[in-house]
């Protein structure tokens, strides 16, 4: 998932969320390049190789839906600096789980992350199902606003509240951010796919203290498919 300065003032207009950015910013938006001039997406401390970003033709959608996302809980997010999405359509070998810059549209780093085994009941890699049931283990969708940092049975973990009604039982569920064994970028070559968590957003030990940082309390946390 690459967001280009087309893309992602495209998806500013289509959103209506102009409104939250100063024109200064939007027009500075230029995207990251790599060496070779192909889009290179930032790569978090501790992982070792670079997982294919998710797919570029559902970025702008996906972009669009959470910036929409942004401006309609805008009473809750009292954070608007940078965006986590994850997108839930593209494989878990994929780095489907973006940190993005709203200011700049700028992909600050890219993750694998993991998804529950409930919505991956024959360990395919892939998302089939999402669920907001208690007990289904499944990955939910849907805003989340990121809540307080804890150390649990997974270490530094962060909570998160679900905004919206097919994700309002997250707290209830305990559907967090944290890190596990079953991610990394090794995993994901070896098996082609990272393992599956209890519906958790599980990325790699050497991730978690980057993304715990960048998407502090008071943030907004898109998933889709």
Not at 79 to 89: L, T
Request: proline share 6%.
């Amino acid at each position: 998932m690459t967001f280009g300065r087309r893309q992602f003032l495209g998806a500013l207009a289509g959103s209506a969320a102009s409104a939250l950015f100063p024109r200064a910013a939007a027009e500075a938006i230029a995207p990251i390049q790599g060496s070779n001039g192909a889009w290179a997406p930032g790569l978090g401390p501790g992982a070792t190789t670079l997982p294919p970003p998710s797919p570029v033709a559902d970025s702008p959608t996906l972009l669009t839906r959470a910036l929409g996302a942004l401006r309609d809980h805008g009473d809750h997010v009292a954070a608007r600096d940078v965006i986590g999405i994850v997108d839930f359509s593209a494989p878990s070998r994929e780095a489907r789980m973006q940190l993005v810059d709203v200011a700049s549209g700028r992909i600050l780093s890219s993750h694998l992350v993991a998804h529950g085994r409930g919505s991956d009941p024959a360990n395919k890699g892939w998302v089939e199902r999402l669920s907001n049931e208690y007990g289904s283990e499944a990955s939910c969708s849907g805003s989340f606003l990121t809540g307080d940092t804890y150390y649990g049975r997974h270490g530094r973990s962060r909570r998160l509240i679900g905004l919206d009604p097919e994700n309002n039982l997250a707290q209830v569920r305990g559907i967090v951010i944290h890190a596990a064994s079953y991610v990394g970028p090794d995993i994901a070559s070896m098996q082609g796919r990272v393992g599956r968590s209890q519906g958790c957003f599980a990325v790699s030990n050497g991730d978690i203290d980057h993304v715990l940082g960048l998407l502090g309390p008071g943030r907004l946390l898109y998933a889709a498919r």
